[in-house]
């Protein structure tokens, strides 16, 4: 049986759902985000870790550091203050998803921080990304 064709027949169907604009904007912002760590000697240890408490957009290590990072991806960047795209409730979130995650995944108590990246994409464009390391201290 050919499955290509019928996934391909489902996807036209409208009742199924679809992943709207901004969803894809935000895990291609994700993707261009990993590779601008990876590049920067970070070490991909978890994408979109979800759990109970919250999600993770991007998980790494680098020197000697566990760096969670919320990944916010915009088309234009006369939208907001990058630092202000985050709110408390949502960092507050993503520190209680990271305790899940060091206590599930993690051994040892490792010094940890949380980043946030900005990724600008226009449409026709390519990205400017910008990275705000301890954009949120808990506590």
Known sequence: MNFAFLKAKLRNLS????????????????????????????????????????????????????????????????????LEIVNEAKWRRVHRAAQAFLTRCVQGDPPCRFDLITVVWPKGSSASIEHFESAYEPG
Not at 35 to 64: Q, T
Not at 71 to 80: C, E, G, H, P, Y
């Open 15 to 82: 009742w199924l759902p679809q992943r709207s604009s901004h969803l894809r904007l935000g895990a291609k912002g994700e993707r261009a985000a990993a590779r601008y760590l990876r590049k920067r000697k970070h070490r991909i240890l978890a994408r979109n870790y979800l759990c109970p408490y919250g999600e993770i957009d991007l998980v790494s290590s680098c020197d000697g550091f566990i760096v969670f990072v919320e990944v916010k991806t915009r088309t234009d960047a006369s939208w907001q203050d990058p």
